[in-house]
T-cell receptor, first 113, second 111 residues
């Protein structure tokens, strides 16, 4: 199993530009989570899906952020327009059922200049 | 609500020293407890877990025991190595499908 795959690994963009982060969960996992990690705030849950349906998006910081999961093998997190304060590492994670832990991807390091 | 409190780092130890990273929690119901490790430039990896009181999770020489009476899940290792240098996160899952993480403890092991 290739694990959770995120792309790109690094993204540098200018303020105001649209950014799209991508995630491929582990096949058969029915939960998908998007996290943001910064030095100041640690790990923050942004949104999670169950069977491709968004369940809780209360962690999405504002309307500039949106996430989709069009099918069981793909999810996107979009920021439009991006701002410097969005600079962080964004992680995707997936899990099967509710009893175990998550498998995390390697993350996307986003820098907005 | 659910919360996890970890000892603040950074923690610096010499190789072969004994490691303890404290973790306490508050939760509704009966949580499952986890330790994750994050090596530099990588995502979080599940290190060990325990799903009920008095369970002991173990992996790669690390251990943690689920103590319901003290609401604790302290991480221990008898002899750390330089390769154990990383950030360690305690987490719980209770009553919902999301993990609640502590703020992480950075461990540095020096030769």
């Amino acid at each position: 199993d290739a694990g959770v795959i995120q792309s790109p690994r690094h993204e540098v963009t200018e303020m105001g530009q649209e950014v799209t982060l991508r995630c491929k969960p582990i096949s058969g996992h029915d939960y998908l989570f998007w996290y943001r990690q910064t030095m100041m705030r640690g790990l923050e849950l942004l949104i999670y899906f169950n069977n491709n349906v968004p369940i809780d998006d209360s962690g999405m910081p504002e309307d500039r952020f949106s996430a989709k999961m069009p099918n069981a093998s793909f999810s996107t997190l979009k920021i439009q327009p991006s701002e410097p304060r969005d600079s962080a590492v964004y992680f995707c994670a997936s899990s099967q059922g509710t009893g175990g832990g998550y498998t995390f991807g390697s993350g996307t390091r986003l820098t907005v200049v | 609500g659910n919360s996890v409190t970890q000892m603040e780092g950074p923690v610096t130890l010499s190789e072969e020293a004994f490691l303890t990273i404290n973790c306490t929690y508050t939760a509704t119901g009966y949580p499952s407890l986890f330790w994750y490790v994050q090596y530099p430039g990588e995502g979080l990896q599940l290190l060990l877990k325990a799903t009920k009181a008095d369970d002991k999770g173990s992996n790669k020489g690390f251990e943690a025991t689920y103590r319901k009476e003290t609401t604790s899940f302290h991480l221990e290792k008898g002899s750390v190595q330089v390769s154990d240098s990383a950030v360690y996160f305690c987490a719980l899952r209770a009553g919902s499908y999301q993990l609640t993480f502590g703020k992480g403890t950075k461990l540095s092991v020096i030769p």
